[in-house]
């Protein structure tokens, strides 16, 4: 299964949804089905030793599957900085409960409760689309920019470090990150996180 839960458009139209964006032709002849996540309904879980949310609701979809492989963009975000890998798994949120915490506005607060509902649902691998990424005020207004990289881990937090450290932003600026780690859920020592033979340096730009 491929699923999608968009906030705020083509929420009712899957076939446009997944053919837009070109998730429909890179899927042909697969066995694949393509669905969205409030289509298999919402389960009510409750969060341990939480920072902002003592209760969220998440996709059955994403509680009841064996294995959970995150595939989001490497972007800057207006009220997080960057989004990446952990905060893509707010879309396993319910619509209601993510426009809920999009409302406490202060940029902790919200980085703080995004990495609430990600220890709800971590997933078992990431795969960050940073071939084209965005920069400037994200997600909704901001503009392409061509990075040219692929990355993955198993680990959501290492994978947002690194990226983050790409478009020139430390990870201690990102609560989202920050608080994922504080809650046990990865690494955000960019020193301790294993790159093989990549060059970060020379692979680094600057991103609005």
Excluded: W
């Excluded at 299964?1 to 968009?6: I, L, R």
């Excluded at 032709?25 to 289509?39: F, S, T």
């Excluded at 893509?88 to 919200?110: I, K, S, T, W, Y």
């Excluded at 691998?125 to 909704?140: I, R, Y």
């Amino acid at each position: 299964v491929v699923a999608d839960e968009p906030g705020y458009a083509l929420v009712d139209d899957p076939s446009r949804l997944f053919s837009d964006a070109g998730i429909a032709q890179a899927l042909e002849g697969l066995p694949v089905e393509m669905r969205l996540l409030k289509h298999g309904g919402y389960r009510d879980v409750l969060v341990e030793n939480p920072l902002r949310v003592s209760q969220v609701r998440i996709s059955r979809m994403i509680l009841d599957a064996e294995v959970v492989i995150n595939l989001p963009k490497c972007k800057t975000h207006q009220m997080t900085l960057f989004t990446g890998a952990v905060k893509n798994m707010f879309g396993a949120v319910a619509p209601r409960d993510r426009v809920r915490l999009h409302m406490l506005g202060e940029f902790a607060a919200f980085g703080e409760a995004v990495a609430d509902t990600f220890s709800t649902c971590i997933p078992h691998f990431n795969v960050l689309d940073a071939v084209t990424a965005m920069e400037g005020k994200g997600p909704s207004h901001g503009r392409p920019r061509q990075l040219g990289l692929v990355l993955g881990s198993t680990d959501a937090v290492a994978l947002d470090t690194v990226a983050a450290h790409l478009i020139g932003i430390g990870a201690d600026e990102v609560r989202v990150i920050g608080a994922a780690s504080e809650r046990g859920h990865g690494t955000a020592d960019l020193a301790a996180i294993d790159v093989g033979d990549a060059d970060l340096a020379s692979l680094r730009q600057e991103f609005e």
